[in-house]
Structures are given as C-alpha cells and as structure tokens.
C-alpha cells in the first residue's frame, strides 16, 4: 500500500512579505501584526491560456493551469517563511511559501466596500512525497 506524508516547514523564525502590500494578521491573542512589504515582489508570469469551444456552450471556456515563471521568489533559508500570492505560492509548490488566507471561511476582516484589511491565517501549499510502507505517516 502506498503511504504518503505531508511536507512543511518545521520552525518559523521569521516571515519576509514578498507581496506588493503590507499584510496584516490578527494572531490568536487578537493582537494585529503588519508584515510590510518589501521591494521585492513575488510575480508568476503565465503562458497565454488556451480557449476552447464546446459544443452547447455559447462562449469560450479557458483552460487554465497555474504553472509559469516566478521571479522575485528568494532561494529556502531555514526558518524563513515567505509570503507571497496565491498563485506564486501554488506554482512554487515550496513548504517555504504561503500566502494570505483571505476567505470569508478563513475569518478574513474586509472594509465597508469588502476589500480585505486583515487575515487570521495564512494557507501553505498542500505538498506530499510517498514514503515506504514502513514509516509513520506522521
């Protein structure tokens, strides 16, 4: 049977937002931290996306895959988490690198005209490597 584990990082001694905003995330005390944002940015440049027509649908649908070229992403340091987009963080697919977890789900705090002034959490990438049957599956 194959058995799989998660992967992630297993200490945080410091966040680096590579966003182009400052980010603010209420921690469980309800204490309000800001990571500000830094000069470098986390881009993911994307390949044009290819339109299909199918059949009884009146308009092109657009397969999209979330893969391309990320730059401004700094190699792993240990210790080191870095925050950038939701899409840089799927196509880097790295235990190093999250992004805001900014859905009314997550318990985001969005302003009168629904933009999000703060998070409560940030998500990881959901990444797992097979193990031997052996190992726990910890």
Same mark, same amino acid.
């Given at each position: $049977?194959?058995?799989?584990?998660?992967?992630?990082?297993?200490?945080?001694?410091?966040?680096?937002?590579?966003?182009?905003?400052?980010?603010?995330?209420?921690?469980?005390?309800?204490?309000?931290?800001?990571?500000?944002?830094?000069?470098?940015?986390?881009?993911?440049?994307?390949? $044009?996306?290819?339109?299909?027509?199918?059949?009884?649908?009146?308009?092109?649908?657009?397969?999209?895959?979330?893969?391309?070229?990320?730059?401004?992403?700094?190699?792993?340091?240990?210790?080191?988490?870095?925050?950038?987009?939701?899409?840089? $963080?799927?196509? +880097?697919?790295?235990?190093?690198?999250?992004?805001? +977890?900014?859905?009314?789900?997550?318990? +985001?705090?969005?302003?009168?005209?629904?933009?999000?002034?703060?998070?409560? +959490?940030? $998500?990881?990438?959901?990444?797992?490597?097979?193990?031997?049957?052996?190992?726990?599956?910890?």
């Amino acid at each position: $049977m194959t058995r799989y584990k998660r992967i992630q990082v297993d200490h945080v001694e410091k966040f680096v937002n590579l966003c182009e905003n400052d980010i603010t995330i209420i921690d469980q005390t309800g204490k309000r931290i800001t990571l500000p944002a830094t000069q470098n940015v986390a881009r993911l440049t994307t390949p $044009m996306p290819e339109y299909s027509n199918i059949p009884g649908c009146p308009f092109p649908v657009v397969t999209d895959e979330i893969r391309g070229t990320i730059s401004g992403l700094p190699d792993p340091e240990p210790g080191v988490v870095y925050i950038t987009s939701y899409l840089v $963080m799927q196509a +880097a697919l790295r235990p190093d690198v999250w992004c805001p +977890a900014t859905g009314n789900h997550h318990g +985001a705090v969005k302003d009168e005209k629904r933009r999000v002034v703060a998070v409560r +959490a940030f $998500m990881q990438p959901f990444i797992e490597e097979e193990i031997d049957g052996d190992e726990d599956n910890g």
